[in-house]
């Protein structure tokens, strides 16, 4: 066997950096480098992306199907896990019908994936329960910017930050998690951009910025909606794109009419005259750029934080132009493409809602047979349905929702109570220690298909060497489920067919084949007849809705406040060195050296307070649950907040957060919640530590 050297692309976060990997004619991947040129990264990579091959290595690799005896899991052949599968998967079906099953898809899995998933459930099993971690990211991204803007993803491409005067960064701290926008920032801030960073914690980002806000937790809308007062108070809104392109300005004006930066200063914490500044400064560019991330998404009020940044960008027509826009930043590599295919309850491909009738007989016909009608669950939603016993099976791949969903507690005896958990993966996660089958899934190294980056960039990934083991990628081994069952409505010989298959029946994709997508280093949505080059700027002449609604929003106060029991307000974060919950990027020894075990970070003035030395032992309570750790100091967060990363499965924050929702999305909170601290002795080894040496305290 020859070594041999494929073009792909880096399976960590949203930004999609392309790459090359290498196999050394052995069938071991042996390198990574960076694509030359390449329209995002241009030549770089993050130091996840280059530990891209601990993520896949064969060590702690699952690789042949495993069930559940008693307490330990016992190999068994393909044939006999799925005809397992399928016998249980069927009769749950028989007593309990589709609303009792439902499938948990993949940010981190394939465009071709995540649509063989979504069709699984919808025409084999009937449901419209099929969900996956944009539920707890960006699910009021696509709520929220559908509602005013017609369409739910980034507006505007990454080089677009060369162009903007102003960039604002709001609830996001790219330099940790999207490193190579982060440093794309960076630069144009050094050649002249203006920043301005809004964001409860000096990030990195922060320390650099002309401006930063540094605004409770929670209290976006307030701070927003103080904006707008001041914008259409000086006559700094640009009236014809308003007059133009934009629906009830009135009814907004009217709204913001007497909620001044004075008024809210009190809710945000921030300076008035420094609000009015920023304000100013976004207003009167002449091109500026919004990007945000979860801590605008992840609390009770995430959908509403969304329109209202999008009110903002709107009332200063700063849309639909280079250098402009309003740009999420997607957290998984593939977690825009996972919502583009349809793998949440209310959508299929493209955004067609799953409850008109017009949008089930296209599916129908096209995929010749009945399709689910019932209103689908969320992953919460499902949650809460097997604790009360209406849900009785799960298919989960790609996903850890023992550690990255809230109230870890919950979740856990959710998946004891399932009649059958089935979970497809690389190594053994906190859920797949609960599965009852365990199947073997190939990495993104080891096939074919696309990623779908944030700017909505589609691109291809290529395998560079054979699935480990017995591993299979996840639309085979979907299909091969489906086969057992006597469905043949999933029937494909290749990736490209169900890429095929899926740009047919998604008009964003439609332009789009596996060839043309080679050659043009991917291509972003929507790439259709009228766009075959696709688009890098959405909402240049017109929106989908036609008129773009500028919608009032009014401020809603986080679900758990602090109080004398629980004084402390906790919010999440991620670090530069790790990445989701931490399966993929704890197996390189040149990331995990750099943040072992897991941390909270405290304001040293909180610490005093408590008695707590640096790096101490610490105990952290919340209403929902208790955990062990160490205190780093850090002026980075402000006296009354902490912060604790969700990467670390011996030190799970997600035993605190709070599973109060967003009504329109049902996002959890998970960005605010009450806690205590007490200091722990001094040679008290916290469990944090014990865990991560393998042993018991």
């Known amino acids: 066997m020859q070594s041999k050297v494929v073009k792909t692309i880096c399976p960590f976060c949203g930004v999609g950096c392309g790459m090359y990997l290498t196999q050394d004619g052995q069938g071991k991947i042996c390198g990574v480098a ?4 390449h329209p995002i990264s241009q030549g770089k990579l993050c130091d996840k992306g280059w530990s891209s091959v601990y993520a896949i290595s064969p060590e702690n690799r699952i690789t042949q199907p495993l069930k559940r005896e008693r307490d330990c899991f016992v190999p068994i052949s393909w044939e006999e896990a799925l005809g397992a599968i399928s016998t249980s998967l069927q009769d749950i079906l028989a007593a309990s019908g589709p609303q009792a099953v439902g499938v948990i898809s993949s940010a981190r899995a394939t465009n071709e994936d995540n649509y063989a998933a979504q069709k699984f459930a919808r025409v084999v099993l009937g449901t419209n329960n099929i969900d996956h971690c944009a539920r707890i990211c960006h699910s009021p991204t696509v709520a929220g910017l559908k509602h005013v803007l017609g369409s739910g993803a980034m507006t505007n491409s990454t080089k677009d930050l060369f162009e903007a005067e102003v960039i604002v960064v709001f609830g996001a701290d790219p330099t940790e998690n999207h490193s190579v926008i982060g440093g794309q920032i960076i630069e144009a801030k050094l050649a002249g951009a203006i920043l301005i960073v809004v964001d409860p914690r000096v990030t990195r980002l922060a320390k650099l910025a002309d401006i930063h806000l540094q605004l409770k937790p929670g209290t976006n809308i307030a701070l927003i909606n103080a904006m707008l007062h001041v914008i259409i108070n000086n006559h700094w809104h640009d009236k014809d794109f ?6 009830g300005f009135d009814a907004l004006e009217k709204h913001v009419d007497k909620i001044t930066p004075e008024s809210v200063a009190a809710i945000t ?12 400064q976004y207003s009167q560019a002449g091109r500026a750029m919004i990007l945000y991330g979860m801590g605008v998404t992840q609390f009770v009020s995430g959908t509403g934080n969304v329109m209202a940044l999008a009110d903002l960008a709107l009332i200063c027509g700063h849309i639909g132009k280079p250098g402009t826009g309003i740009n999420p930043l997607r957290g998984q590599n593939n977690v825009q493409g996972a919502c583009d295919m349809g793998c949440l309850p209310n959508v299929y491909p493209g955004y067609q809602a799953a409850d008109e009738p017009e949008t089930q007989t296209r599916f129908a016909t096209a995929w010749g047979g009945e399709v689910a009608t019932a209103s689908g669950l969320t992953s919460l939603g499902m949650t809460k349905a097997a604790l009360a016993g209406q849900f009785r099976a799960q298919i989960i791949f790609g996903e850890d929702p023992v550690v990255t969903d809230p109230d870890q507690n919950h979740v856990r005896e959710a998946c004891k109570a399932l009649d059958l958990l089935v979970v497809a993966e690389l190594t ?16 993104f190294a080891e096939k074919e298909g696309t990623f779908t980056n944030c700017e909505r960039r589609v691109q291809r990934i290529h395998a560079v060497t054979s699935p480990y083991g017995e591993a299979m990628g996840d639309w085979q081994w979907l299909q091969a489920l489906a086969t057992e069952m006597g469905s043949t409505l999933l029937n494909w010989h290749c990736s490209e067919a169900v890429f095929d298959e899926m740009a047919s029946l998604t008009l964003p994709y439609q332009g789009m084949n596996y060839r043309n997508l080679d050659l043009n280093h991917g291509l972003q949505w929507p790439c259709n007849p009228s766009s075959p080059q696709g688009t890098a700027i959405l909402h240049q002449q017109q929106f989908p809705i036609g008129r773009a609604r500028l919608t009032p929003v009014h401020y809603v106060a986080i679900d758990e406040p602090t ?4 004084p402390l307000l906790l919010t999440t974060n991620r670090l530069h060195f790790h990445y989701g919950c931490g399966s993929m990027s704890r197996k390189s020894p040149l990331l995990e050296r750099e943040t072992p075990p897991g941390i909270l970070f405290i304001n040293p003035r909180d610490a005093r307070a408590l008695s707590i030395p640096r790096y101490g032992p610490i105990g952290v309570y919340s209403r929902r649950g208790y955990i062990e750790t160490r205190a780093m100091f850090s002026n980075d967060v402000p006296p009354g907040v902490v912060s604790m990363p969700y990467h670390f499965k011996e030190a799970p924050s997600n035993q605190l957060t709070n599973t109060a929702q967003d009504p329109v999305t049902k996002m959890p909170e998970l960005k605010a919640c009450a806690v205590a601290i007490i200091a722990l002795p001094a040679n008290h080894i916290p469990r944090a530590v014990w865990q991560l040496r393998g042993e018991e305290p």
């Not at 308003?242 to 629906?247: A, K």
């Not at 914490?269 to 100013?280: F, P």
Request: charged share 25%; with cysteine; net charge negative.
């Open 428 to 443: 053994m996660t906190e859920t797949a220690k609960l599965a009852d089958y365990i199947l073997p899934a190939a990495s």
């Open 242 to 247: 308003i007059n133009n392109r934009c629906e």
């Open 563 to 566: 109080d004398e029991r629980y």
């Open 269 to 280: 914490g921030v300076d008035s005259s420094l609000l009015r500044q920023a304000a100013q």
């Open 34 to 37: 960076p694509q030359q040129g």
